[in-house]
Nanobody
C-alpha cells in the first residue's frame, strides 16, 4: 500500500528556513518520482518541485528557484524539501505526492498525482 507522510512544517519568520520531509512506504524513492505541492487558503494546489528517478530530473517552480532544494535519501525512503529565504507567499499546506512514475511530467499538475500525503503546514510570519 502506497503511503506518504510529510513532516517539518511550522512557523518561521520571513527570510528563515525550514526542511520538509516526505517519508514513503509501499514503494521506494528510487522507484517513483516524488513531488512537492503547496496550497494556500482559497487557492489551487500548485506544484513546487519534483525529483525523478533514473535520469534524476529535477523540476522547480520558477518562484522557488534558487531558494528551495529537493533531495532524497533512498535508504530512509525520504524526500526532502529544503526551503530557504522563505517569503509570505510561500505559506500554505505542503503536500508530497507521486504519480507512480519514474519521471516528473512537464507541468507538475496536481490532477495527475495518484497518491498524496496528509500535508504539513508552513506559516511565514513575523
Amino acid at each position: 500500500q502506497v503511503q506518504l507522510v510529510e513532516s517539518g512544517g511550522g512557523l518561521v519568520q520571513p527570510g528563515g528556513s525550514l526542511r520538509l520531509k516526505c517519508t514513503v512506504s509501499g514503494f521506494t524513492t528510487d522507484q517513483y518520482a516524488v513531488a512537492w505541492f503547496r496550497q494556500a487558503p482559497g487557492k489551487e494546489r500548485e506544484g513546487v518541485s519534483c525529483l525523478g528517478t533514473g535520469d534524476g530530473t529535477i523540476y522547480y517552480q520558477e518562484s522557488v528557484k534558487g531558494r528551495f532544494t529537493i533531495s532524497r535519501d533512498n535508504a530512509k525512503r525520504t524526500v526532502y524539501l529544503q526551503m530557504n529565504d522563505l517569503k509570505g507567499e510561500d505559506a500554505g499546506t505542503y503536500y508530497c505526492g507521486t504519480e507512480a512514475l519514474r519521471i516528473c511530467r512537464r507541468g507538475l499538475r496536481a490532477a495527475n498525482v495518484d497518491y498524496w500525503g496528509p500535508g504539513t503546514v508552513v506559516t511565514v510570519s513575523s
